[in-house]
Each structure stands twice: as C-alpha cells, then as structure tokens.
C-alpha cells in the first residue's frame, strides 16, 4: 500500500527565506552579540543582575521613564507644531509611552516609532510630514547624545577604544558617510527625500523658537538616561565615581539605539563590557550594570503596555458597538 504524502499548501521559497532572514537579521545579530558576550565573561553577569533588580530600583527607573518620555513628548509636540501639525500634549505622551515599550519588545527599535508618525499622520491627514516630524525630534536626542558622548570623550582619550582607534573611527565614518551621500545623489528619490526632510529641519526643528526647547528636552532626558545606568551599575556592586563611568556610559547609550537586538540587549552589554574593561574596572561589572539597565529601561515602558491595551480595548469595544 502506497501512502501518498501531501506538499506544503505553501511551499518556503529561497527568496522568502531570505526576506524573513532580512528582517529579522537586525534581531538575531543582537542575540549573537549577546551569546559572543555570554562565552566569554559567563552567566555571572547575567544572574548578578537579575539579583540586583529591586523594588526600589524599579522605582526609580519608572520616575526615570515618565522624565524621558514626557521630554520625547514633549520634544515630539515642538518639533510637530514648528511643521503645523497640531499635537497635544497628553496623546503624545501616551504615544509615546506606547512607542517605548513596542521599541523594547519588537526588533530594530524604531517601530513604535514608526507607529506613532502613522498613527498621527492619519489622524490630521499629512503621514509624510508626521513621519518627518518623528524623524526630526528622534535626530535631536542622537545630536545631543553624540555632541555630548564626543565632548565627554574627548576628555578621555583612553575610552576611545571602547569604540575604533581613533584613526580608524574617523575613516570608517567618513566611508559610511561619502557612500551615503553617493547613494542619496544617484537616486533621485532619496535626493527629494533628503531635501524635503532638510527644508523641514529648518523650520522644524532649527528654527530659533524650537531648537533650544528641543535640544534641551533631549539633554535632560539624556541625563535621566545616564542616572538611570549609573543606578543599575550602582545596584550591581560597582563603586567607581561617575566621572570614570560616564564616557562608558554615553558609548553604551549610544549602543542601545543601533538598529542590532530587541530593547538595545546585544550591543549594549559588548560595549559595556568593553568600555569597563578600558576605564581599569571588571568588564563583567559592565556587562551585569548594561544588563540591569536593560531590564529597568523595559520596565520604565512598562505603562506603555497599559495605554496599548486600553486603546485596544476601546477599539474593539467601538468595533462591537458598530456591529451590534
């Protein structure tokens, strides 16, 4: 007797194997970062921080998330107002909120980003210029926190080498930068994008009534950032003053927002290592104070959850109103 054996309905092809690779590379790059991290300083770091968690750490991490988020929010709503695009305050920080904790559970980072400038855009009708917008304000956090990690570095030569070599670090970036540009004027589209994008910067975020509420926002709630890492390193036993933590703490920053990993986890805990390593400290104190950051960051998200659920529970709820 023949038993015949019936194909997939739907047969994996090469090419979406490899568009499901694609996009979820950015994900499994962090965990491979991460394992990296793992072999070579053990589980230590990761238990010493999963005993460091506390009441009253998870605490601070929440005051600590409401400053950064009313700041992003805040940053969001000057930014949106200089392009005319009405924005209130308290919808953006529930946008907000909710980007933050979808930024920590889903791969890239960005996408509750993503979902507020659509979710906006819609709202007023202009998707385009809210997606600028998003794209304006999230662009200021990154200048102050390279303006200020540069400057903080350049007090510390020695925490170059958490990065590149100094030399290097300049020609890599300036590779990255001259085949940008190449690729921006060879196709026309990306070159109206980028010049629409620049004349929005202009008064979006430049203009002189915006830029000082904007890039002020994004210090502070940079500092906030940092008190939180110095709060985890703190939690995890490390005693070293702040001014020989800090520059290993912007680079680490930095870190989290590379598009590698899901909430920064990966990256993050490799630079912290090593960035420990080079100020003279324990790279498994770096790695456990990286992972304890990590996980305070997600829980100071944590109201996000609550404004996604209840706008879900809303929406189905007017989905079975208008059905009834």
């Keep these: 007797m023949t038993v015949a054996v019936a194909a997939p309905a739907h047969p994996v092809t090469a090419p979406a194997r490899f568009a499901i690779l694609r996009r979820h590379a950015g994900a499994l790059g962090g965990i491979v970062v991460l394992a990296v991290v793992a072999w070579q300083l053990g589980a230590g770091p990761l238990l010493d921080g999963l005993r460091a968690l506390s009441p009253q750490v ?3 991490a929440l005051a600590t998330g409401l400053v950064t988020t009313a700041c992003n929010a805040g940053r969001w709503r000057l930014v949106a107002g200089g ?24 791969p890239t980072g960005v996408l509750g980003d993503v979902g507020r400038a659509v979710g906006h855009g819609r709202a007023i009708g202009a998707v385009a210029r809210s997606a600028r917008a998003v794209v304006l304000e999230r662009s200021a956090g990154q200048v102050v926190l390279v303006v200020i990690g540069s400057a903080v570095l350049l007090t510390r030569p020695d925490a170059f ?12 970036v300036g590779a990255f930068a001259v085949a940008g540009a190449a690729v921006v004027l060879a ?23 915006i830029w000082p509420g904007a890039f002020g926002l994004s210090a502070v709630a940079l500092a906030a950032n940092v008190t939180l890492f110095v709060v985890a390193a703190r939690a995890t036993g490390a005693t070293a003053p702040v001014g020989q933590l800090l520059p290993v703490v912007l680079v680490a920053l930095f870190a989290s927002g590379l598009p590698i990993g899901i909430g920064g986890f990966g990256p993050r805990e490799a630079v912290a290592a090593l960035g420990f390593c080079a100020a003279g400290l ?10 304890v950051y990590g996980l305070l960051t997600f829980a100071s998200t944590v109201p996000g959850a609550f404004v996604l659920l209840a706008r879900r529970g809303r929406a189905a709820a007017a989905t079975g109103h208008t059905a009834g």
């Design 187 to 209: 196709v026309p589209r990306l070159r109206s994008a980028v010049a629409t994008l620049l004349a929005d910067a202009r008064t979006g975020l430049l203009a002189p009534r």
């Design 58 to 60: 998870v605490l601070v």
């Design 161 to 172: 080498s958490v990065l590149l070599p100094g030399r290097a670090a300049v020609e890599v």
């Design 282 to 291: 324990p790279a498994a104190d770096g790695a456990s104070a990286s992972i």
């Design 83 to 106: 392009l005319g695009l009405p924005l209130r305050f308290r919808p953006a920080l529930a946008d907000c909120y909710q980007a933050t904790f979808l930024n920590s559970v889903l």
